[in-house]
């Protein structure tokens, strides 16, 4: 079974929690290809730093456009992880579990 049909079937086990999980499986995605794009970005930089020409998408004699863009994915990041720590939680509710520790302990038991 491909991993991809493994994760589909998972996420159509949980019932009316899968938006919930797709949700939180999108923003995963998301989250571990800013992580990919961050280290990329700060070698550009550094090479612009130290005087090396930069060639290719981000060619460019200054570091700022690339500082923004690397602080852009620095809040992108944050972000994230804050939408994925604390999805599923209702509005004004106190502090408690949310996102995929929510769903992981509403949904433990029902798949067995």
Known sequence: M???RLYTRVLELLGKEARLGWILAI???LLASAQFAEPV???KIV??????????????SSAWPLLVAWAAFGLFTIGCSAI????????????????ADRLFRGTSC???
């Open 41 to 43: 970005l700060f070698g």
């Open 110 to 112: 029902s798949c067995r």
């Open 27 to 29: 923003a995963n995605v």
């Open 84 to 99: 994925v720590a604390l999805a599923g939680r209702p509005a004004g509710a106190p502090p408690a579990p949310g996102g």
């Open 2 to 4: 491909s991993m991809l």
């Open 47 to 60: 090479d612009v730093l130290s005087g090396r020409p930069v060639t290719g998408l981000f060619a460019t």
